[in-house]
């Protein structure tokens, strides 16, 4: 994740979220769209306590009390595990001034600023009480930029593909002699969801025959996911390989929304 007083720095870059401030001398968040590639996580920061994802305690902005009392109001109020964002030297405080109002650990998210190398603050790591994410630097990329790791659940439990049909069908083959031999599924795959999604062990062409539209043809590639749309009215596919390759291609294939 990137965040900084100018925008524009991220411009071009690849990320996996972007945070920005609603309020302050630097209100960036309502710009960070501009500078972000499509479906970048977006988080809102306040300085004052204001309505936003995250606090930021530290010099200058709110208090460690009041920041405290922000945490459990949003916590109260229903939102899911707001973030606290403070000096790694500042945490264990921080955590006490919310324990003392009810609010534990679980129940918020930490981003801990602390320059040195990237990671993810913790007693095993640095020293430091255990953070969900930590600011490493403030000039990635040799700009005006801070970046920080984030927890893989950072943003909530990352989502799982689910298999077509239970363990019925996560792995198959094409051999080198099955050019033209079916792999038929019928529309029980489809589940009510919209794609399959494919993951191959190496490069193949194949075309996916559904009854009663269009054929498709499509690319396989190395660990790189290539999904395609399950047809309205489809009620039957048949996969075929097309290229002439005498290799034989395993591939996963799931049913995603």
């Given at each position: 994740m990137y965040d900084t007083i100018y925008p524009g720095e991220m411009a071009g870059l690849t990320m996996d979220a972007a945070a920005g401030?609603?309020?302050?001398?630097?209100?960036?968040?309502?710009?960070?769209?501009?500078?972000?590639?499509?479906?970048?996580?977006?988080?809102?920061?306040?300085?004052?306590?204001?309505?936003?994802?995250?606090?930021?305690?530290?010099?200058?902005?709110?208090?460690?009390?009041?920041?405290?009392?922000?945490?459990?109001?949003?916590?109260?109020?229903?939102?899911?595990?707001?973030?606290?964002?403070?000096?790694?030297?500042?945490?264990?405080?921080?955590?006490?001034?919310?324990?003392?109002?009810?609010?534990?650990?679980?129940?918020?998210?930490?981003?801990?600023?602390?320059?040195?190398?990237?990671?993810?603050?913790?007693?095993?790591?640095?020293?430091?009480?255990?953070?969900?994410?930590?600011?490493?630097?403030?000039?990635?990329?040799?700009?005006?930029?801070?970046?920080?790791e984030l927890a893989d659940d950072f943003f909530g439990a990352p989502e799982a593909a689910p298999v077509a049909e239970d363990d019925d069908m996560p792995y198959l083959q094409f051999n080198p002699d099955g050019v033209t031999a079916p792999v038929a599924i019928s529309n029980a795959y489809n589940g009510g969801r919209g794609r399959i999604r494919f993951y191959a062990n190496q490069a193949a062409a194949i075309r996916l025959d559904w009854a009663n539209v269009p054929n498709v043809d499509i690319g396989l590639g190395y660990n790189l996911p290539v999904s395609a749309a399950i047809p309205a009215g489809a009620n039957c596919l048949t996969i075929r390989r097309q290229d002439d390759s005498q290799a034989i291609v395993s591939y996963a294939m799931y049913v995603v929304p």
């Amino acid at each position: 994740m990137y965040d900084t007083i100018y925008p524009g720095e991220m411009a071009g870059l690849t990320m996996d979220a972007a945070a920005g401030y609603v309020d302050g001398a630097w209100a960036t968040f309502a710009t960070l769209e501009r500078y972000v590639p499509v479906g970048t996580i977006l988080l809102s920061i306040t300085v004052f306590g204001g309505d936003a994802e995250c606090v930021d305690q530290e010099p200058g902005n709110i208090l460690p009390g009041p920041a405290a009392d922000w945490l459990a109001a949003r916590v109260q109020a229903g939102h899911w595990r707001p973030v606290l964002y403070t000096s790694a030297g500042n945490v264990q405080n921080m955590l006490d001034l919310c324990a003392a109002r009810g609010i534990t650990r679980e129940q918020i998210r930490v981003w801990a600023a602390h320059y040195t190398v990237a990671h993810i603050c913790g007693p095993l790591v640095c020293g430091y009480p255990q953070a969900d994410g930590t600011q490493w630097t403030s000039n990635a990329h040799g700009l005006t930029l801070d970046q920080s790791e984030l927890a893989d659940d950072f943003f909530g439990a990352p989502e799982a593909a689910p298999v077509a049909e239970d363990d019925d069908m996560p792995y198959l083959q094409f051999n080198p002699d099955g050019v033209t031999a079916p792999v038929a599924i019928s529309n029980a795959y489809n589940g009510g969801r919209g794609r399959i999604r494919f993951y191959a062990n190496q490069a193949a062409a194949i075309r996916l025959d559904w009854a009663n539209v269009p054929n498709v043809d499509i690319g396989l590639g190395y660990n790189l996911p290539v999904s395609a749309a399950i047809p309205a009215g489809a009620n039957c596919l048949t996969i075929r390989r097309q290229d002439d390759s005498q290799a034989i291609v395993s591939y996963a294939m799931y049913v995603v929304p």
